[in-house]
């Protein structure tokens, strides 16, 4: 009959936007409506770790919804993300039903009605284990893995501020299920993912990034999570021609880039094409070589992001 809704997180996905497309498409199937998870881009290499520690299959890769000449659009369900930048391309040839967030509410319109689900919480799968149990819908071990492989990777094994109770408790329960030390299986994910070594300075350039917006201003901020930053400033100067040559044909204000070391705990955020002035604005510190040191800092949403917003305003 009907085509299978989908279930999709932001471009660029991360483990959070992967576990999430899978574990809601998992629960709507169970509740009786047909759903199937896709990803808007390539996998990161901590969450083909996390795939594959689980044995789960990739989510499909839809690079863009195409145009339909059926009279009926394209159903589709947003996780992990709301701004209209961050979708996946072609998105207005599908008909958004409803959308699952933990992120600040962007610019999202729709022509309809929608059912949206938004949480302070540090992951969109935190807010999809408590959809489970609203529904009574046992969670596999597979999919409990992903989504604790999620929760761990978006709070950084509960060290970012934006780890909650919940996220806790999430994790605590889905290892259970997962059978899983999630401390130790935890660690060994996050280094999977911070292992940059084969990496050339454009991918390193354009990881893991989205695109924020305010009046006349676009720019882009993406982040590396790194366990040393010896061998990333080692390349430094290559990624940062990479960081610039993106942002010029992107036509940004600005590009960043957070260079988070998640053993110590802070963050250097690296950027290009606007004022240094800008960032003493935003964070209160004079940047040095085009890069400023955010001790604590981990959070692109709620330590980076909201300021980076303010100073352009200003
Ligand atoms: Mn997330």
Redesign the pocket.
């Known amino acids: 009959m009907s085509r299978p809704i989908f279930v999709c997180g932001h471009k660029c996905p991360?483990t959070?936007?992967i576990a999430?497309a899978i574990a809601y498409a998992y629960l709507q199937n169970q509740i009786g409506n047909q759903a199937e998870p896709i990803r808007a881009g390539e996998l990161n290499k901590e969450t083909s770790f996390a795939l594959h520690y689980f044995g789960l299959e990739a989510p499909r890769l839809v690079e863009t919804l195409p145009a339909e000449d059926q009279a009926e659009k394209q159903k589709i369900i947003l996780v992990?993300h709301n701004e209209s930048k961050q979708c996946i391309d072609g998105i207005d040839n599908a008909q958004v039903i409803e959308v699952i967030d933990?992120?600040r509410l962007g610019d999202f319109e729709t022509e309809g009605p929608i059912s949206i689900l938004f949480r302070p919480v540090g992951?969109?799968d935190t807010i999809i284990y408590g959809l489970y149990q609203c529904h009574h819908i046992e969670i596999p071990r597979q999919i409990a893995g992903i989504m604790l492989s999620?929760i761990i990777s978006?709070t950084v094994l509960f060290r970012s501020p934006t780890t909650t109770e919940a996220d806790k408790e999430a994790v605590r329960d889905l290892a259970k299920i997962a059978e899983v030390d999630y401390e130790k299986y935890g660690m060994e994910m996050l280094k999977a993912g911070a292992d940059i070594s084969d990496y050339t300075a454009e991918k390193l350039a354009q990881n893991d990034t989205k695109e924020f917006g305010t009046g006349n201003h676009v720019f882009t901020v993406g982040q590396i999570s790194v366990m040393d930053t010896d061998p990333i400033n080692k390349k430094k100067a290559d990624i940062m021609s990479a960081l610039e040559e993106n942002r010029r044909k992107g036509g940004y204000a600005a590009s960043f880039l957070m260079v988070t070391d998640i053993l110590k705990e802070d963050t250097y955020l690296w950027y290009t094409g606007c004022e240094d002035s800008l960032l003493v604005r935003a964070f209160g510190k004079k940047p040095e070589n085009y890069s400023v040191h955010l001790p604590g800092v981990m959070s692109r949403k709620k330590q980076v992001t909201p300021f980076l917003l303010k100073a352009f305003e200003n």
Do not use: W
């Open positions: 991360d959070d936007s999430a992990d933990h992120h992951c969109v999620a978006d």
